[in-house]
């Protein structure tokens, strides 16, 4: 008797898939490429994606989705990108977590989980009112310096006046409100001389983002 052994070449080798995030660890405004490989996986497979984490929103981003698909080309690889948002806000680092799943409900992750550090570059931005002098009378002029330091050159900044009783009659030819690109300007205002006795008055000035 004679006995053939027949090798099982016809079975599935097992797909593998891998992320790769361009950094590691990336800083707000910069833009993060994430590239999806595989292997034993057919061409033009539909695979779905997710960008998630704690305190991790949409906002975070000033382009891409936290949700989206691809299709794997005949390379095995697909890839897609994302650009962090310089949202101006305090927040501390953030992880970003990368998932990859095979199905649309996103309940079959496949691949391991690539994490990024997103550094919180944005923070920090000071800003400074100087007054030429706290206490002014009527008919003088006041001149306020306004700077910013640690944020984005030409960010604007908007500034108003205001106070109990505050009103433009107030002030000769001199605005409220305003606004300036630059990283320090000065503002004026002349106090008006009205001849009313209204008592001595307080003038708030306050910037905004």
């Not at 691809?70 to 990368?98: C, K, P, Q, R, W």
């Amino acid at each position: 008797t004679a006995s053939v052994s027949i090798a099982d070449t016809s079975k599935t080798l097992a797909p593998a898939y891998s992320i790769s995030p361009s950094s590691t660890s990336i800083n707000e405004g910069s833009t993060l490429t994430t590239s999806i490989s595989t292997t034993n996986v057919a061409a033009g497979t539909t695979l779905y994606w997710s960008l998630s984490g704690t305190g991790i929103t949409s906002n975070d981003f000033s382009s891409g989705a936290l949700t989206g698909s691809g299709s794997v080309g005949s390379d095995g690889s697909l890839s897609f990108s994302h650009t962090l948002a310089n949202d101006l806000t305090t927040e501390g680092s953030e992880t970003l977590n990368i998932k990859l799943f095979s199905d649309s409900s996103r309940s079959t992750q496949v691949g391991s989980t690539a994490s990024v550090s997103i550094a919180d570059t944005s923070k920090g931005g000071t800003y400074s009112i100087s007054p030429s002098s706290s206490t002014i009378n009527e008919g003088e002029r006041l001149e306020t310096t306004i700077s910013k330091s640690g944020v984005s050159s030409g960010t604007p900044l908007y500034w108003s006046i205001s106070g109990s009783g505050i009103n433009d009659s107030d002030f000769t030819n001199s605005p409220l409100t305003g606004w300036s690109e630059d990283d320090t300007f000065t503002i004026y205002h002349i106090l008006t001389n009205d001849l009313t006795t209204e008592g001595s008055e307080t003038l708030n000035i306050k910037l905004f983002s």
